[in-house]
């Protein structure tokens, strides 16, 4: 799931999900980093390729619009657009090393966002680069004890 202890239950017989969060049709699940190297986001990617396998051919989610994709089409769209935000967030890092997490969140449209929104993307940059990390794409480490980011 997209948190800790999020799952989705899937009945067989009629081909039938409740996704909770972890698919949503008209938003993106906020993928939050849970602390460092939890690489929350690598984690919630794998369990839609998990789900992806399911014959599913109704899915609940746990609120909002079901939307008029199929979840596959919506497991294709998720796994794109965080595809598209980890090369945007490498190309940030590599553009000004030594940047924070937070200077990383609020490289576009910062002083827009309000209080609120900024919690989830500052959640949201910290999964990125937790990931990028792990894959090896970015290195972090600790000056003045803030973790702040270079390329490789």
């Known amino acids: 799931g997209h ?18 969060d972890h698919v949503l049709f008209d938003i993106t ?11 929350m986001l690598g984690k919630y990617l794998e369990s839609l390729e998990k789900i992806r396998v399911l014959d599913v051919k109704t899915v609940l989610p746990a609120h909002r619009s079901m939307g008029a994709v199929t979840m596959y089409e919506r497991i294709d769209a998720l796994l794109r657009h965080h595809k598209e935000r980890l090369d945007e967030t490498e190309d940030i890092v590599r553009r000004k090393a030594g940047q924070s997490a937070y200077d990383i969140a609020g490289s576009k449209n910062w002083e827009d966002f309000p209080p609120g929104q900024k919690w989830f993307a500052m959640g949201e940059a910290l999964s990125h680069l937790d990931l990028l990390k792990a ?14 980011y270079r390329g490789v």
Request: glycine share 12%; aromatic share 6%; with cysteine.
């Open 135 to 148: 894959e090896g794409r970015i290195v972090r480490e600790e000056k003045d004890g803030v973790f702040v």
């Open 29 to 39: 699940p906020n993928i939050c980093s849970m602390g460092p190297d939890t690489n």
């Open 3 to 20: 948190t800790r202890g999020q799952m989705c239950l899937y009945c067989e017989d009629e081909k039938l999900l409740f996704s909770g």
